[in-house]
């Protein structure tokens, strides 16, 4: 892996940043901030470099830090990460051009692959290809596609369940057939769907 492509953690634990740095060093070149203020002040551009954020920090969050990647620095890839609680807003954070969210603690494989799509949106743009559709959403039933979009507004399944009348346990038979049925393998990639930007690769 080329030691051009740079990571840009910031985390305000300190212990997460050493995680992943630790992790990380031996496929990229690993830069950390306990901040989002400190990773503005750095001064950092977009080639070759990706941002892995967490979405609560004191004083300004990672969805406030993505916002002003998005007007100061256009084309840097943001990775959201998140806790359970935080999906809503990780949601929002995806609809507003961050590659991914990653809900807390993540794998490895996850990890990687989030980082891969995000270095391949630095690439230069391959062919068009059919455009990604929700044509499969057709083939779901009705509560299905209530289901299905209240879950790519960020809900969560206990409130998915209360909107709904139903029982939590429901929810998430019904959320497992969705993601069977559409073809994808976790919540970010349903939202990813939903956007029309297709699934990773």
């Known amino acids: 892996m080329s030691t051009e492509r740079t990571v840009c953690v910031v985390d305000d634990d300190a212990d997460v940043r050493d995680s992943l740095a630790m992790l990380l060093s031996r496929r990229y070149r690993v830069l950390t901030f306990e901040s989002a ?28 830090l993505q916002r002003e990647i998005n007007r100061t620095i256009p084309g ?10 935080d999906v809503p807003m990780a949601v929002q954070a995806m609809k507003e051009g961050a590659v991914e969210f990653l809900e807390k603690p993540f794998e490895r494989t996850a990890l990687l692959g989030a980082l891969d799509n995000a270095f391949s949106r630095l690439a230069p743009a391959p062919a068009p290809a059919a455009a990604p559709d929700l044509a499969a959403r057709k083939a779901l039933t009705d509560r299905e596609k209530d289901v299905f979009d209240l879950l790519v507004e960020g809900h969560q399944n206990k409130v998915i369940a209360h909107k709904l009348g139903i029982s939590t346990r429901t929810v998430e038979v019904h959320r497992a057939r969705v993601m069977d049925k559409l073809g994808v393998r976790n919540l970010a990639d349903l939202v990813r769907l939903s956007l029309g930007r297709g699934t990773p690769r």
């Open 76 to 85: 840097m890839p943001v990775i959201i990460m998140t806790g359970h609680g």
């Open 37 to 64: 203020h400190a990773f503005l002040a750095a001064g950092i551009t977009a080639h070759e470099t990706c941002v892995l954020a967490d979405i609560r920090m004191p004083e300004m969050d990672g969805l406030a």
